[in-house]
Nanobody
């Protein structure tokens, strides 16, 4: 079993920055990918970014490319999402997940955190 706990969410003005953290405990599976997803009210959960524990194979949704950066710290079993130049449309609950696929497909992710709220005001 793997447990994931996100933190770092909050409220910021447009143009601001936040860094989300996700700590994995239990028995993290190093062959799995790590992903960040988000879900806004009334919308489906959408892919944001993914990475391997090794730190390579990063991919981003077009909507966040150039603004968000995903990274890992293996020693701390932690995955980060640095979010810069935030926009009101980035407002959502952000979830981290781990699974076998490593793509945008939510069905490839087996374990999920509880989510952290990010609110960006204009």
């Amino acid at each position: 079993q793997v447990q994931l706990v996100e933190s770092g969410g909050g409220s910021v003005e447009a143009g601001g920055s936040l860094r989300l953290s996700c700590v994995a405990s239990g028995r993290p599976i190093r062959s799995y990918a790590l992903g960040w997803f988000r879900q806004a009210p009334g919308k489906e959960r959408e892919f944001v970014a993914t990475i391997r524990w090794s730190g390579d194979s990063t991919n981003y949704a077009d909507s966040v490319k150039g603004r968000f950066t995903i990274s890992t710290d293996n020693a701390k079993n932690t995955v980060y999402l640095q979010m810069n130049s935030l926009k009101p449309e980035d407002t959502a609950v952000y979830y981290c997940a781990t699974g076998f696929g490593g793509t945008w497909n939510v069905n490839e992710y087996v374990y999920w955190g509880q989510g952290t709220q990010v609110t960006v005001s204009s």
